[in-house]
């Protein structure tokens, strides 16, 4: 834009006589000559550097977090930008968690739209997107009320209090109540205390210890120890991941979730499926048990829900709803207008068939272009994974793999025992990008025999 005229039409009062005690209101029109520069003419405020921002957090941060020596100051679809401009392919999401890429038109129209209306009122009151979200997210699941959180963990959380009232509201008269929890190898249910005792990496409880008794870790798969240990009547609820993303990209099977589903139901057990990283669409599916056609009592939500702002739910079935009474649980911050409103636009888009069979294709496209391309490569034990989450398990540490492709400006994650490379790319990723992808692995697996 060049020269803009602003006109102000004010009504001014002022003195029409210095003899007469009375004013007479008149219009004034002022004419303003203002520069008006469109924004991509505009230069953006100074940046700080990549290297002062890294010693700055190192003396301001708590240490919690082994980053990568990446510092990102913007995103687009699938692509991000350091400070410095140099552009990397993210084949990360945020841990899974921008499905929809960076700055996706409808969902900062969602964003930009409902802040200018309402951002925040708590749970005393009702509020319009946190009805319709949970109205959606019933419509389209096994599920027939929602718990909304703000995180995984804090879902996992809800769901380790909602089984336990479960089985206090079901069985009032006995003695004994029923509290104890399975989970499974390779297991990850988050940070928080309860989670915390859930998560099967003893060096994430280890420090904390003592965490919630009363949890028996079983091996992931094992149909036999798992229906025994339901069927002794002390299991409050079963917690189980369809597909284990942090644990290193292990898929369950049918037999393994129908034969959890049976045992459950004959003993009065819960059964909690975990899709905070497989859920929603990541699978080509818009939930991962779809694939198994087995529907659990309570489905926990969230890194994809709100497209990177940070939301969680927990999804219940009636039975496990009606336990639930006013005051047993709560959240400040949860369901708020503004991250329920771009929830509604993250599952719109996730939840057309079209967008899931495009995952699904996109999917088995990238799965079948690793195996060729890496499959000769005596490092690769096995290609693994439905849909976008991908893993690539090696017979060394993935890390030297991981540090020579950011250094191709490919980001890509580790899990398991650090000896998978994980692949959880945008779900609108296109196949070229994907191509581009593979290539960048293929040509930094070199970097394996360097370091070993």
Same mark, same amino acid.
């Given at each position: 834009?060049?020269?803009?005229?602003?006109?102000?039409?004010?009504?001014?009062? *002022?003195?029409?006589?210095?003899?007469?005690?009375?004013?007479?209101?008149?219009?004034?029109?002022?004419?303003?000559?203002?520069?008006?520069?469109?924004?991509?003419?505009?230069?953006?405020?100074?940046?700080?550097?990549?290297?002062?921002?890294?010693?700055?957090?190192?003396?301001?941060?708590?240490?919690?977090?082994?980053?990568?020596?990446?510092?990102?100051?913007?995103?687009?679809?699938?692509?991000?930008? #350091?400070? +410095?401009?140099?552009?990397?392919?993210?084949?990360?999401?945020?841990?899974?968690?921008?499905?929809?890429?960076?700055?996706?038109?409808?969902?900062?129209? $969602?964003?930009?739209?409902?802040?200018?209306?309402?951002?925040?009122?708590?749970?005393?009151?009702?509020?319009?997107?946190?009805?319709?979200?949970?109205?959606?997210?019933?419509?389209?699941?096994?599920?027939?009320?929602?718990?909304?959180?703000?995180?995984?963990?804090?879902?996992?959380?809800?769901?380790?209090?909602?089984?336990?009232?479960?089985?206090?509201?079901?069985?009032?008269?006995?003695?004994?109540?029923? &509290?104890?929890?399975?989970?499974?190898?390779?297991?990850?249910?988050?940070? &928080?205390?309860? =989670?915390? $005792?859930?998560?099967?990496?003893?060096?994430?409880?280890?420090?904390?210890?003592? *965490?919630?008794?009363? *949890?028996?870790?079983?091996?992931?798969?094992?149909?036999?120890?798992? &229906?025994?240990?339901?069927?002794?009547?002390?299991?409050?609820?079963?917690?189980?991941?369809?597909?284990?993303?942090?644990?290193?990209?292990?898929?369950?099977?049918? +037999?393994?979730?129908?034969?959890?589903?049976?045992?459950?139901?004959?003993?009065?057990?819960?059964?909690?499926?975990?899709?905070?990283?497989?859920?929603?669409?990541?699978?080509?599916?818009?939930?991962?048990?779809?694939?198994?056609?087995?529907?659990? #009592?309570?489905?926990?939500? =969230?890194?994809?829900?709100?497209?990177?702002?940070?939301?969680?739910?927990?999804?219940?079935?009636?039975?496990?709803?009606?336990?639930?009474?006013?005051? #047993?649980?709560?959240?400040?911050?949860?369901?708020?207008?503004?991250?329920?409103? =771009?929830?509604?636009? *993250?599952?719109?888009?996730?939840?057309?068939?079209?967008?899931?069979?495009?995952?699904?294709?996109?999917?088995?496209?990238?799965?079948?272009?690793?195996?060729?391309?890496?499959?000769?490569?005596?490092?690769?034990?096995?290609?693994?994974?439905?849909?976008?989450?991908?893993?690539? +398990?090696?017979?060394?540490?993935?890390?030297?793999?991981?540090? =020579?492709?950011?250094?191709?400006?490919?980001?890509?994650? &580790?899990?398991?025992?650090?000896?998978?490379?994980?692949?959880?790319?945008?779900?609108?990723?296109?196949?070229?990008?994907?191509?581009?992808?593979?290539?960048?692995?293929?040509?930094?697996?070199?970097?394996?025999?360097?370091?070993?």
């Amino acid at each position: 834009m060049g020269s803009l005229q602003h006109f102000l039409n004010s009504p001014i009062s *002022v003195p029409f006589s210095p003899n007469l005690n009375h004013r007479r209101s008149f219009f004034l029109r002022a004419c303003l000559n203002l520069d008006v520069h469109s924004p991509d003419s505009v230069k953006p405020k100074t940046l700080l550097k990549s290297r002062e921002v890294m010693e700055m957090e190192g003396k301001v941060l708590v240490g919690t977090y082994a980053r990568n020596p990446v510092v990102i100051s913007s995103g687009k679809g699938c692509k991000l930008y #350091d400070p +410095e401009g140099r552009e990397y392919l993210d084949c990360t999401s945020g841990i899974a968690v921008n499905a929809l890429g960076h700055g996706d038109p409808d969902w900062v129209k $969602a964003v930009v739209e409902q802040a200018n209306l309402l951002t925040h009122v708590s749970n005393v009151f009702y509020s319009v997107p946190q009805v319709e979200l949970a109205r959606r997210l019933v419509a389209c699941s096994f599920a027939d009320r929602v718990f909304f959180t703000n995180s995984g963990t804090e879902a996992n959380e809800a769901a380790i209090k909602f089984a336990r009232k479960y089985q206090r509201f079901t069985n009032p008269n006995e003695k004994q109540q029923v &509290t104890e929890f399975i989970s499974f190898s390779n297991s990850f249910h988050g940070r &928080t205390m309860g =989670a915390l $005792a859930l998560t099967s990496k003893e060096q994430y409880r280890f420090p904390f210890e003592p *965490v919630m008794p009363g *949890v028996n870790f079983l091996e992931y798969g094992d149909v036999q120890a798992a &229906t025994e240990l339901i069927k002794s009547g002390r299991i409050a609820a079963v917690f189980v991941e369809p597909i284990q993303g942090e644990g290193g990209i292990y898929s369950a099977t049918k +037999e393994f979730l129908q034969s959890l589903r049976s045992a459950c139901d004959d003993a009065g057990s819960l059964l909690v499926f975990d899709e905070v990283q497989c859920g929603l669409g990541r699978t080509g599916y818009l939930w991962a048990h779809e694939v198994y056609r087995v529907v659990p #009592d309570i489905m926990t939500l =969230a890194k994809p829900l709100a497209g990177g702002l940070p939301i969680g739910a927990a999804l219940v079935s009636e039975k496990v709803a009606a336990a639930i009474k006013y005051g #047993d649980h709560g959240s400040t911050f949860a369901g708020g207008p503004l991250v329920c409103n =771009a929830a509604i636009a *993250v599952l719109d888009k996730i939840s057309k068939p079209g967008f899931l069979a495009s995952v699904s294709e996109k999917g088995q496209y990238f799965k079948e272009l690793l195996i060729h391309k890496l499959g000769g490569n005596s490092h690769v034990r096995e290609v693994r994974g439905l849909g976008l989450i991908i893993g690539i +398990e090696l017979d060394v540490p993935a890390s030297p793999l991981v540090d =020579a492709c950011r250094d191709s400006s490919l980001l890509i994650l &580790t899990a398991g025992k650090g000896n998978v490379v994980r692949l959880v790319p945008p779900l609108i990723i296109s196949e070229q990008e994907l191509e581009r992808a593979a290539e960048i692995i293929l040509e930094c697996l070199p970097a394996l025999d360097k370091t070993n």
